[in-house]
């Protein structure tokens, strides 16, 4: 199964921009998507396709990448973005989640 | 709109078996597929298989084949995942998902179904 390694945990200031990271174990081209969850929530989309915005998404959020390297960026972070991220891949094998990395503002 | 509304959370003894249901409303039932994907508690996502609606076809991850069944009611657009053999490794909460395609991402999710296994 491919892997997927993400940070831990991030903790920025509001108003500053973050680059949060997805690493896989080997090539899932472009089919990497992105999910914000938040506590007791279900997950929510952010971003199809390594660099596709979804719907109702605010412009904050970006993605880039390809191959194995993967990057979710929020800029500017506001406070309502504490959540914990994760990406997800659906090109090799059995759909894969990355451990998810919690964000927190200072 | 599109809803997936899961059933509510099930408290269920060891060795038993669980049927939780997804319905869906708000789109064609059969355009999309539906994935299952459980969360043990604080940690990350598992991907547990789709189906097809319209065909019935089924595809698992390999680890949950001897765990999970999915079925769907197309008269009721519902779709199901019966967990057997239950251990305390099942107790999670338990998500339903569409994908447009099989390749696709996840764009709604259901509200999540807490299952507990215990005696």
């Known amino acids: 199964d491919t892997v997927l390694t993400q940070s831990p945990a991030l903790a920025v200031s509001p108003g500053e921009r973050v680059t949060i990271s997805c690493k896989a174990s080997?090539?899932?081209?472009?089919?990497m998507h992105w999910y914000q969850q938040k506590p007791g929530q279900q997950p929510k989309l952010l971003i199809y396709?390594?660099?596709n915005l979804a719907s109702g998404v605010p412009a904050r959020f970006s993605g880039s990448g390809s191959g194995t390297d993967f990057t979710l960026t929020i800029d500017p972070v506001e406070a309502d973005d504490t959540a914990t991220y994760f990406c997800?891949?659906?090109?090799?094998?059995?759909?894969?989640f990355g451990g998810g990395t919690k964000l927190e503002l200072k | 709109q599109v809803n997936l509304l899961q059933s509510g959370a099930a408290l269920v003894k060891p060795g038993a078996s669980v049927k939780l249901s997804c319905k869906a409303s708000?789109?064609?039932?059969?355009?999309?597929?539906i994935h299952w994907v459980k969360q043990s508690h604080g940690k990350s996502l598992e991907w547990i298989g789709y189906?097809?609606?319209?065909?019935?076809?089924?595809n698992y991850n390999e680890k949950f084949k001897s765990k999970a069944t999915l079925t769907v009611d197309k008269s009721t657009n519902t779709a199901y995942m019966e967990l057997s053999r239950l251990t305390s490794e099942d107790s999670a909460t338990y998500y339903c998902?569409?994908?447009?395609?099989?390749?696709?991402?996840?764009?709604?999710w259901g509200q999540g179904t807490l299952v507990t296994v215990s005696s």
């Open positions: 998902t569409r994908s447009v395609s099989a390749g696709g991402w996840f764009a709604y």
């Open positions: 708000g789109y064609t039932f059969t355009d999309y597929y």
């Open positions: 189906i097809n609606p319209n065909s019935g076809y089924t």
């Open positions: 080997e090539s899932v081209s472009t089919r």
């Open positions: 396709k390594a660099s």
């Open positions: 997800q891949q659906s090109w090799n094998g059995p759909r894969t």
